[in-house]
């Protein structure tokens, strides 16, 4: 494609237009999986409450997603007359635009990702944060008691926890020797295992708790606590506002199932044991692979929901706190001796 659109245009237009079309792929892709994963949490979940979840719009409830979408953008957008008004328009867009910014330097298979960066962890952790600031500013300017301590207690919750994945992941940095998510990828590979999940299990262990943490999923869901706080920091958003908060957690809940998959899991590859024994699984995409993980990996979310009650915010941060941090410390330390012995052996 490259090929015949240089033969008419300069070589930066070139580049520009396949950037511009990866977007659009990614994004709308995306966005597809976000509007469906709603649909499997139904279902998922009322299979697992003996009930049959979505099945009146379309076959199935197959169109129930796109029903809902329509209903939220046609709804009435209502404003509380004491809110802040600029950062309530705001909020919701921060948020929406912190997620699905992530999206651009996730490598879903070899050499397709938008933005091969060498710092791709760090961005995602920045992406996170900013995110956060889009939840406390919708609390706080909602002008509402329950929208103003679910953002309190998103607020702490964030620093709590990305801490705690932050130290987790510094395990597959020690590892990968990079902080490039691609190159993590084809670390994993050259290992016997080929992933990370097996020698890193405590740093798999303490991020896959905080990823529930970081989105706001039960049984960590304090910021929104329905019992409660009623929906929490979003409360008060109606209509196509409160469509993108839905978007981003969602998005969320895809980008830490991508995440886990490309630093524990070994992404798009699989082992070379199972390939050795099984060749023909060396002709399958490398797509597919990646996007099984995922999968998998969300399905584990609903699962969750489904099982566990939610914490009180005493537990909630003693977990973060007394257990994961500690936890994530150790594991870089066992890593780095690990590492260094080997290096000596060598």
Same mark, same amino acid.
């Given at each position: ?9 300069p ?45 009146e ?26 809110a ?6 705001l ?7 912190a997620a699905?910014?992530?999206?651009s ?28 600031y ?27 926890y ?8 510094v ?56 019992s ?10 109606s ?28 992404g798009w @590859?699989? /082992? &070379?044991?199972?390939? #050795?024994? !099984? ?7 490398? %797509?597919?692979?990646? $996007? =099984? ?13 489904? @099982?566990? /009650? &939610?914490?009180?915010? #005493?537990? !909630? ?7 994961? %941090?500690?936890?994530? $410390? =150790? ?16």
């Amino acid at each position: 494609m490259s090929a015949f659109l240089g033969a008419f245009l300069p070589p930066f237009i070139v580049q520009l237009v396949i950037i511009l079309l990866k977007i659009a792929v990614v994004i709308a892709i995306g966005l597809l999986h976000v509007a469906y994963a709603t649909y499997w949490e139904r279902k998922v979940i009322g299979h697992m409450q003996v009930r049959l979840g979505p099945r009146e719009v379309g076959p199935f409830g197959l169109l129930q997603p796109i029903a809902d979408g329509v209903k939220l953008f046609f709804k009435e957008d209502i404003i509380p007359a004491n809110a802040d008004k600029p950062l309530f328009y705001l909020s919701p867009v921060i948020f929406f635009i912190a997620a699905i910014s992530s999206l651009s330097v996730i490598p879903f298979f070899e050499s397709f990702v938008i933005a091969d960066i060498n710092i791709g962890l760090l961005f995602l952790f920045a992406m996170s944060s900013l995110g956060a600031y889009g939840i406390v500013l919708s609390g706080w300017s909602s002008n509402s008691k329950y929208a103003f301590l679910g953002g309190l207690r998103s607020a702490s919750q964030v620093i709590s926890y990305e801490i705690s994945m932050g130290l987790s992941l510094v395990g597959v940095m020690l590892m990968a020797g990079s902080l490039n998510l691609s190159d993590i990828v084809r670390a994993q590979h050259q290992y016997p295992t080929g992933m990370f999940a097996v020698p890193q299990f405590i740093g798999f262990f303490v991020f896959v708790v905080s990823a529930f943490a970081e989105t706001n999923r039960l049984p960590f869901d304090l910021p929104e606590a329905e019992s409660e706080l009623v929906a929490g920091y979003f409360t008060e958003y109606s209509g196509f506002r409160f469509a993108l908060f839905f978007l981003g957690e969602y998005t969320g809940m895809i980008i830490m199932s991508s995440i886990s998959s490309i630093c524990f899991l070994g992404g798009w @590859t699989i /082992p &070379r044991f199972v390939t #050795d024994l !099984l060749p023909f699984l060396n002709y399958v995409p490398g %797509i597919l692979w990646f $996007l =099984l993980k995922v999968y998998c990996f969300m399905f584990f979310f609903y699962w969750v929901r489904a @099982t566990l /009650p &939610r914490y009180r915010y #005493d537990q !909630l941060m003693a977990i973060g706190w007394k257990l994961l %941090i500690p936890l994530s $410390l =150790l594991n870089i330390v066992i890593t780095a001796i690990v590492k260094i012995w080997f290096r000596g052996m060598a």
